[in-house]
């Protein structure tokens, strides 16, 4: 039973560019969230959604950024014309329904440079 | 606005010895609260939880213990082992569900032998 996955692990992006991060939730999962941990800080909740939906995006940022979680495939996190501070380790977690703890993804790197 | 805060960024334990890791919050309207331990180049993984209606869990060698007049929980580990050291988060969510968690920024444990 493969965990959360999230790919790339590591990506670097030049400023102005887009990133485009990818979570495919633990097999049964319906519900993803999205955190973002900046350097020597905690995770920051972003998005929670569930298929077809975003469920509370009150930690998005309100310009760039934006998520998605279609019928088939991963969640995407996107993240268009990127800078430095954006720079930041983004962690994916799903959980089987809205009221059990989730599972935590290994995280994306991005580095913008 | 930092609602969940852990004061000691690091902490360092000598082997066999109990570590005790500490966090306060400051929104009365939490009422489930969680641990989670994270190793470099992973995502956090969960340890243990405890909701408002309790004031202590314990699951082997973790114990977590709620006061919440003082709106402060800790988590202890004993005997502390090597393989504990990590950086250990406290997260809290609100009566609502546990959808959206407020992270602490983190303390640092070490284990030393």
């Known amino acids: 039973n493969a965990g959360v996955m999230q790919n790339p692990r590591h990506l670097v992006r030049r400023r102005g560019q887009e990133a485009r991060l990818r979570c495919s939730p633990m097999k049964g999962h319906s519900h993803v969230y999205w955190y973002r941990q900046l350097p020597e800080e905690g995770l920051k909740f972003m998005v929670y959604?569930?298929?077809?939906?975003?469920?509370?995006e009150s930690g998005m940022p309100k310009e760039r950024f934006s998520a998605e979680f279609p019928k088939e495939g991963p969640s995407i996190l996107r993240i268009q014309q990127v800078v430095r501070g954006d720079s930041a380790a983004y962690f994916c977690a799903s959980s089987p329904n809205r009221d059990s703890s989730y599972t935590f993804g290994s995280g994306t790197r991005l580095t913008v440079v | 606005d930092q609602q969940v805060k852990q004061n000691s960024p690091s902490l360092s334990v000598q082997e066999g010895r109990i570590s005790i890791l500490n966090c306060d919050y400051t929104n009365s309207m939490f009422d489930y609260f969680l641990w989670y331990k994270k190793y470099p180049a992973e995502g956090p993984t969960f340890l243990i939880s405890?909701?408002?209606?309790?004031d202590k869990n314990e699951d082997g060698r973790f114990t977590v213990f709620l006061n919440k007049s003082a709106k402060h929980l800790s988590l202890h580990i004993v005997p502390s082992q090597p393989g504990d050291s990590a950086v250990y988060f406290c997260a809290a969510s609100a009566i609502q569900g546990a959808q959206k968690l407020v992270f602490g920024q983190g303390t640092r444990l070490t284990i030393n032998p």
């Open positions: 405890i909701s408002s209606i309790k």
């Open positions: 959604l569930q298929k077809e939906n975003i469920i509370d």
